[in-house]
């Protein structure tokens, strides 16, 4: 395999080079600049607007009332319902 001196010295000439500085550092420039956006959409205003929510639904949670008798004779009625006694025969249907 034999190199071919005189196409590499040709090919790498002194304009081809600063144009393909130029473009790689624009192409660097540019991700670095999408990078940068991003970060700060996701990390900061992402963090901001969701604590907006968070403060907005405090509120209405803290402007609601709960009627703490009503639901314990609701979760009172609801664990009777669920559980059944000794004194209770379930059916069995192969019988």
Do not use: H, P
């Not at 703490?68 to 669920?82: Q, R």
């Amino acid at each position: 395999m034999t190199i071919n001196r005189q196409k590499i010295k040709s090919w790498f000439t002194l304009k081809r080079l600063v144009k393909y500085f130029f473009a790689v550092i624009f192409l660097c420039s540019l991700s670095a600049f999408f990078y940068t956006a991003k970060f700060l959409y996701s990390d900061f205003y992402l963090s901001i607007t969701q604590s907006d929510k968070i403060i907005l639904l405090k509120e209405k949670v803290a402007a609601e009332s709960i009627n703490v008798k009503k639901f314990e004779s609701v979760m009172k009625k609801l664990n009777e319902k669920s559980s059944i006694g000794d004194d209770q025969k379930i059916n069995d249907i192969f019988d």
